[in-house]
């Protein structure tokens, strides 16, 4: 094609993009000089014979090859007909001819053709949801034969095709009256450099994927003003390293998704603060390794990132504790995914882990992908409270309101200790003496255990290490209480819960799990 230059090609299952086009002497005829997505493919880096042609960013990711080798694609309708099973020469191909056979006798009908394309029509018009991923889509086609075909398009799926161009994408959008969703992932493309006119091909669009496109966030903004109901954005593998500002642009952001970008640093996330509507920020392996917010001091709300509920952080460099105490800082914030941090690997027991995290975020609903319930959230916050009770004490910490003064660093490293005493008084001195550390694994606990619908049986004490998970425990009271094998229901009653009772509901938890504490009384029922 006349327009070669830039295009992008698919030689058998391998992909390029076109560099050159023209003569290469000594030889005759016409060359397509392409650069590989796979770099192991090429030969050189576009010089021959001490000529440069064009150039690589990889010193062997260039080939040339004859045009004939070369696949352009085909326009955005073709494919839908062919994924469909809706193309007319297929059709005759498969040798449906018009006619039919009854008995010995061949009838032929006249005017099956035309009864057949208006078949086509309709079931091209019922059409809303379309994936034409990996058919080799490369251009629009006619201008308007997308519109007359498929009226009622709403989501389309243009993954991994040979788009070279936003001017293509938007070539098809525009023949689309009602897109909501449109994903052009794994797609190289060529973004506009400086600001376009806004036009209105986008105004219903609510879900954008440019995955792996080579998009910068610079590029982003300057398309963004074409974006003015889009929820959700999906930008991941792109190596967006820095990010600005978004002007007037994005309001109506609910997602964002930058995952599998090396991002220069956590302050990066500065400059999209103040996406009034973004809920749900995505940052896997993103490479930071601190989170702050510095216009807020210790116990007070940021005024950045409003409305954000999710944040996902998982597979980065996060070591310190000080970037949790700081998450605690987001007003909205319900659910946090942060596993394969540096910092995970602090403490040995995963558990521990776990309450340390609720007890720094108050708020805290979901904490990687597992609900936090009430009982749990009590637990994990008196034993904070606890384990941290003699640092309190030591960097000045007092019973006394008049006289508790405690230091900068111990309200920089706990937050929110003070809120806890608050809640729930201060520690007490018997509480804290000889208070064995909490991953201390077989720390025993005397527990008493009744069996409140079987007045005959009598209460017994036994001392279980708190490691012992609700399934052991089980197990011993089948043999302790010679039941028959019936399912048995546990639950916890401590003179702390003035005459609550806690389930003890999920086999695979240790006691400790239930902040189960010494003189407690276990409930048995079957």
Not at 190 to 208: G, H, M
Not at 212 to 222: A, G, Y
Not at 255 to 267: A, E, H, V, Y
Not at 404 to 418: D, G, Q, V
Request: aromatic share 6%; charged share 25%.
């Amino acid at each position: 094609p006349s327009d070669a230059l830039g295009r992008r090609v698919l030689c058998g299952t391998e992909r390029a993009t076109v560099r050159y086009v023209g003569s290469v002497p000594p030889t005759a005829g016409i060359w397509l000089g392409v650069e590989w997505d796979d770099p192991q493919r090429g030969k050189h880096d576009g010089t021959y014979e001490g000529t440069q042609y064009f150039k690589c960013r990889h010193p062997r990711g260039g080939s040339f090859i004859r045009p004939n080798k070369a696949n352009f694609g085909v326009d955005f309708l073709t494919a839908i007909k062919d994924r469909y099973g809706l193309n007319v020469e297929q059709d005759v191909q498969h040798g449906t001819e018009d006619t039919l056979v009854f008995g010995k006798k061949t009838v032929e009908f006249v005017g099956m053709d035309s009864i057949a394309e208006q078949q086509r029509q309709v079931q091209l018009n019922q059409l809303v949801d379309i994936s034409v991923r990996e058919c080799a889509v490369s251009h629009a086609g006619q201008k308007e034969e997308i519109s007359r075909t498929c009226a009622n398009i709403r989501h389309i799926n243009l993954s991994k095709n040979l788009i070279s161009s936003w001017e293509t994408v938007t070539a098809i959008a525009s023949q689309v009256q009602n897109l909501e969703t449109l994903n052009i992932s794994e797609n190289k493309m060529k973004f506009p450099s400086t600001s376009t006119s806004v036009s209105s091909v986008f105004s219903k669009l609510r879900i954008l994927a440019l995955n792996q496109t080579e998009i910068t966030w610079t590029e982003v903004l300057l398309c963004a003003p074409g974006w003015p109901a889009l929820e959700e954005l999906y930008l991941t593998s792109n190596n967006i390293t820095v990010l600005e500002r978004p002007d007037n642009v994005l309001q109506t952001l609910k997602l964002l998704d930058l995952s599998d970008n090396q991002l220069l640093d956590g302050n990066q996330l500065h400059l999209i603060a103040h996406l009034p509507r973004l809920e749900q920020l995505i940052l896997r392996n993103t490479g930071i390794s601190s989170i702050r917010f510095p216009d807020a001091g210790f116990g007070c709300k940021t005024k950045m990132f409003p409305s954000l509920k999710g944040l996902a952080i998982n597979d980065n460099k996060i070591s310190q504790w000080s970037s949790i105490n700081e998450l605690d800082k987001l007003p909205s914030l319900r659910s946090l995914q942060c596993h394969n941090n540096p910092l995970m690997d602090t403490e040995k027991n995963p558990e521990t882990l776990r309450q340390l995290i609720i007890a720094k975020i108050s708020q805290l609903e979901i904490l990687n992908k597992s609900e936090i319930l009430p009982a749990e959230r009590k637990g994990a916050e008196l034993d904070y409270r606890k384990i941290f009770g003699n640092d309190w004490l030591a960097a000045g910490g007092n019973w006394n309101p008049e006289k508790n003064k405690p230091s900068e660093e111990f309200l920089a490293a706990h937050p929110r200790y003070p809120s806890l005493c608050l809640k729930y008084g201060a520690p007490e001195e018997g509480e804290l003496k000889g208070r064995q550390p909490l991953t201390l694994k077989n720390q025993l606990l005397t527990l008493t255990i009744k069996c409140p619908e079987k007045p005959e049986q009598k209460p017994v004490e036994r001392k279980l290490p708190e490691s012992m998970t609700i399934q052991r425990v089980k197990g011993l009271l089948y043999r302790l209480l010679k039941i028959p094998g019936s399912e048995l229901k546990l639950s916890y009653e401590s003179a702390k819960l003035e005459g609550k009772e806690v389930e003890l509901d999920n086999d695979l938890k240790p006691l400790q799990f239930y902040s189960i504490e010494n003189g407690d009384c276990v409930l048995v029922r079957w």
